[in-house]
């Protein structure tokens, strides 16, 4: 009976829409390249929906000119390569998941804050916030984000990348990566400031 019942679960999940997921798979270093690129710009566009709501009006969130915040790509790549271990476990994931992204999130502020005097964002009006820099409100936003992430979004975004030639991936790579250096140097230079912005 239990082969039975094992079989049948087997047969379900092959048919299933996430038979293909494999979220324990490694991922090359293109697939990472391109999800970080992905990433923080579904990060501004997040943002800027944000203000959109708030403010009525389109603002261009983060230090860059460019649509891109690259904390969440840089929090999506960290996840996808320190926590591989603790896939199996999603629990402990999540936890692990908003303490490295509490990190990231922390570190830039303080770095944002030293090299240039301002503050790209600002939690003290929240709940359980720690110096205003991070809050826990965010943090379960992250957590469950990257869970989704890790399970669903990367292993479906990275299926798709599969289907597309490693020369066309790299010279994606390369043109994303140009673009993004130009667009930091300017921005140290010249960062973006000023209403809902910088505070």
């Known amino acids: 009976m239990r082969a039975y019942i094992e079989e049948r679960k087997n047969e379900i999940l092959a048919i299933s829409p996430f038979a293909d997921l494999n979220y324990e798979r490694a991922y090359s270093a293109t697939s990472l390249i391109l999800m970080f690129f992905l990433f923080s710009f579904t990060g501004w566009i997040w943002e800027v929906l944000i203000h959109i709501i708030e403010d009525g009006m389109i603002i261009n969130r983060g ?21 591989k271990r603790w896939r199996s476990q999603p629990l402990i994931t999540m936890g692990l998941i908003m303490l490295l992204c509490g990190t ?37 936003i992250f957590g ?34 140009f673009l993004f250096v130009v667009d930091l140097i300017r921005s140290f230079l010249s960062p973006n400031m000023g209403f809902g912005i910088t505070g």
């Open 144 to 177: 469950i984000g990257g869970l989704f992430f890790i399970y669903l979004i990367a292993p479906k975004i990275d299926n798709l990348l599969q289907t597309v030639s490693q020369k066309a991936k790299m010279y994606l790579c390369v043109a994303l990566s």
């Open 63 to 83: 230090l860059l000119l460019g649509p891109w915040l690259p904390i969440y790509g840089t929090g999506g790549v960290l996840i996808l390569m320190l926590l």
């Open 104 to 140: 990231v999130e922390y570190i830039t502020s303080i770095g944002l804050e030293f090299f240039f005097g301002q503050r790209w964002w600002d939690y003290s009006d929240m709940l359980f916030n720690f110096q205003g820099r991070i809050c826990l409100e965010g943090l379960l």
